[in-house]
């Protein structure tokens, strides 16, 4: 079964400021898959990737491969950024996702 | 709006009820999902549907009952729920089960 770790549980951060939220996974996935949930529940998926790097707008995110690692960087942080951000794994022999614990951010203006 | 559609959106019941989730997909997607996302808990895996076949059932309790006539709408029966039960139900759809996912609003259930 994939053990899907995330950090920082917790960041607070200025507006304007450079994130990074991390992943690491511990058996071979399909794919990572970066989301975002805002208070009230609702998830959106930001980004699905199985190698390289990604980018939209001010979001990047990036995954080794080998060393079963994947950040979510945030470039000029504004407070509309505020929100639980979620890693998940796919594939690693079972259908469905497998989670990290979220990490929740606020960004202070 | 994700192109998938939850109802209730809100759900309090009591612990002899029995109340059903429904969960439609307006995507053309052929997987479907049911989370559930607990109070300070990571969201875990419930069921998948691939194909209108279940493809997983993560060791869920069996007063939570899902069911998948088409591959557009998906529904988890509850009966005899506990209190411990109350939690955010997500429904998630994707084209395959391995594609991104793409989730609905979710259902906040309440056992009392």
């Known amino acids: 079964k994939n053990e899907v770790e995330q950090s920082p549980q917790n960041l607070t951060a200025q507006e304007g400021e450079f994130i990074t939220i991390n992943c690491s996974y511990s058996v071979g996935i399909s794919a990572l898959h970066w989301l975002q949930q805002h208070p009230g529940g609702g998830i959106v998926s930001l980004f699905m990737l199985s190698s390289g790097k990604k980018k939209h707008g001010r979001l990047i995110a990036t995954i080794n491969i080998q060393e079963k690692h994947s950040s979510l960087h945030i470039t000029a942080s504004h407070p509309r950024d505020s929100a639980v951000y979620i890693c998940?794994?796919?594939?690693?022999?079972?259908?469905?996702?497998?989670f990290g614990k979220g990490t929740h951010l606020i960004i202070q203006p | 709006e994700t192109g998938v559609t939850q109802t209730p959106r809100h759900l309090v019941m009591g612990m002899t009820n029995k109340k059903s989730l429904k969960c439609e997909q307006h995507?053309?997607?052929?997987?479907m999902y049911w989370y559930k996302q607990s109070a300070k808990k990571p969201l875990e895996l419930m069921f998948v549907y691939n194909f209108k076949e279940q493809t997983e059932n993560n060791s869920v309790p069996s007063r939570f009952s899902p069911e998948c006539p088409n591959s557009s709408h998906l529904f988890l029966h509850l009966h005899t729920l506990q209190p411990e039960d109350s939690a955010l139900y997500l429904c998630?759809?994707?084209?395959?089960?391995?594609?991104?996912?793409?989730f609905g609003p979710g259902t906040r259930l309440t056992v009392t």
């Open positions: 995507l053309g997607h052929n997987a």
């Open positions: 998940a794994a796919s594939g690693g022999g079972a259908d469905g996702l497998t």
């Open positions: 998630a759809s994707s084209w395959d089960r391995v594609g991104e996912q793409y």
